[in-house]
């Protein structure tokens, strides 16, 4: 884990951090609990040592895995030279990152391109949700700071950005329109849905006037 190896380097000279410990290795004697155990880290230095947690920001585990946290440094407390530390780490994006977005974005043109070559409208409805999951990430990217809650739809996402004066009117309209042919196409509602390029270099279009407005907002 990267966050233990950066905080190993940063211990003093004559200490070693060892990593996935289990039950009392590398531990001090008398510090067992009679059960199996198993540490993230445990660093080990000439006159004592510390015993690393790791935690993930918001968590299901996290407040669990703390609290197991403090009993450890109970234990610890009556051991002379010994403490436990806690690395946190940020929340995890469950957004596109912009490379993955990129990368995307060059797979619906290449499936553009087949189909319009071929004539196989196949290529073209799997460029056209391709490209929606585009631009739903692009709206999502606005709501990354928000509270921790329920996912908002795109239809959501896209009303708070017009309530909030980020969108006008007519671009909401495009994406309830462009949701509703996604929706018929991805849940079956629809086999016949005709999606021909200029759909798709639409949705993209919109996502490009998303993206331009929200980094007005940003900047």
């Known amino acids: 884990m990267s966050a233990l190896r950066e905080r190993a380097e940063r211990l003093p000279p004559g200490w070693k951090m060892y990593i996935g410990v289990v039950d009392g290795e590398h531990l001090p004697e008398g510090f067992a609990s009679g059960a199996r155990e198993e540490f993230d880290a445990v660093a080990v230095g000439p006159d004592g040592g510390i015993i690393f947690e790791v935690v993930q920001q918001r968590a299901a585990g996290s407040q669990a895995k703390i609290a197991r946290i403090e009993r450890l440094r109970k234990r610890l407390h009556r051991l002379s030279g010994w403490d436990v530390e806690v690395i946190v780490?940020?929340?995890a994006s469950r957004l596109a990152q912009g490379g993955e977005i990129e990368n995307r974005l060059r797979a619906v043109s290449e499936l553009v391109e087949s189909g319009e070559s071929s004539g196989d409208r196949e290529f073209l409805r799997a460029a056209f949700v391709l490209a929606f999951s585009v631009l739903e990430w692009t709206l999502a990217r606005h709501f990354q700071n928000a509270p921790e809650g329920r996912a908002l739809s795109v239809r959501q996402m896209a009303e708070k950005m017009v309530s909030e004066g980020l969108l006008s009117e007519d671009i909401y309209r495009e994406i309830r329109e462009l949701q509703?042919?996604?929706?018929?196409?991805?849940h079956g509602l629809s086999v016949t849905a005709v999606i021909d390029g200029g759909t798709v270099r639409h949705i993209r279009q919109v996502t490009e006037t998303v993206n331009a407005e929200l980094s007005k907002v940003q900047t």
């Open 180 to 186: 509703a042919v996604r929706s018929e196409i991805v």
């Open 89 to 91: 780490l940020p929340q």
